[in-house]
């Protein structure tokens, strides 16, 4: 080796070295379990599985948003992703946004074992899954099993955490259930049709989504349509999502005495109270639900 040569390649060394002493600190628990998870429900839900271990969940998307269909990926939630060791994702389809990214990473799907609903049109599973308190039960259990295999030392933790949590989802769907039982209508129109699950869980049915495309509001021939099914059915209300637009339910209720609501798909951290967390969030944002329904139907 030439002396210049010998000395471009000490030059570069220290260079090398410089690059790795100057970059960012590594993350906290380096060496632990790191779990990102891609939606805010399943967020919560491995807050709750996590509690009493050292594993601190991160949330990957956390957008004002009604839904995260076609979303994209901002340079902060890549960087979530990135410092994660573990990814645990929705299912059902909700990650077609990302499948890009999920390649060669390990995850952790919570819909396994889940009782899916079709989407016929869309011709695809529904991926609301976590809408109903009796698929949030199986989604925590998958959780728990995931998290074991990845961090065998939390894993009684992790079961135990589990466990309490299902038996408060099944005590929380029953709770939801009587309280909309005395409510003479069943149905309900929703925005955008992500409430197929949560009806089912509560004993009532989707008489009509109002989007029928992604974020759309309803022509004319839509508006009639659903006209005439309020008059059918004696609907007394039509509902929008936070986030979500609600210019058809305004028209709706110039046409026909609706009131308007508002539901939540629980798609971010936004209106939640600042102090709940896991399943005291998810519990609140579904009786919420239930109220809305019950005040806007008697
Ligand atoms: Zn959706």
């Not at 060669?104 to 074992?113: I, M, T």
């Not at 466990?163 to 309280?179: C, F, K, P, S, V």
């Amino acid at each position: 080796m030439t002396k210049s040569l010998k000395r471009g390649a000490a030059l570069l060394l220290a260079l090398l070295l410089c690059l790795s002493a100057c970059a960012a600190p590594a993350p906290q628990q380096a060496e632990g379990l790191r779990v990102a998870c891609t939606t805010y429900p399943v967020f919560l839900f491995c807050q709750t599985v996590c509690a009493g271990t050292d594993v601190e969940p991160e949330l990957v998307v956390d957008q004002p948003l009604s839904c995260l269909h076609n979303y994209t990926l901002t340079m902060s939630d890549m960087k979530v992703i990135e410092n994660a060791s573990l990814l645990a994702l929705n299912g059902a389809g909700m990650e077609e946004f990302l499948e890009d990214v999920l390649e060669d990473r390990s995850c952790l799907d919570c819909s396994e074992g889940l009782e899916l609903l079709w989407n016929e049109e869309e011709g695809e599973p529904d991926c609301h899954t976590w809408m109903d308190p009796a698929n949030a039960a199986v989604m925590v259990n998958n959780l728990a099993a995931g998290l074991s295999e990845a961090d065998p030392d939390d894993a009684d933790t992790f079961r135990a955490n589990a466990e309490a949590a299902a038996r408060r989802l099944e005590a929380l769907g029953t709770a939801l259930r009587e309280e909309l039982a005395p409510l003479p209508c069943r149905s309900l129109i929703t925005f955008h049709d992500g409430f197929s699950y949560f009806a089912r869980g509560v004993g009532m049915e989707i008489a009509a989504s109002v989007e029928e495309e992604e974020g759309s509001e309803a022509s004319a021939r839509r508006i009639r349509e659903l006209v005439a099914l309020i008059d059918e059915k004696q609907i007394p209300a039509v509902f929008t999502e936070v986030n979500g637009p609600d210019a058809t339910a305004k028209a709706l209720a110039m046409e026909r005495p609706v009131r308007v609501g508002t539901l939540s798909m629980l798609m971010s951290s936004e209106g939640v109270p600042a102090d709940l967390q896991g399943l005291d969030a998810y519990e609140w944002a579904l009786r919420q639900n239930a109220r809305a329904i019950t005040e806007a139907y008697t």
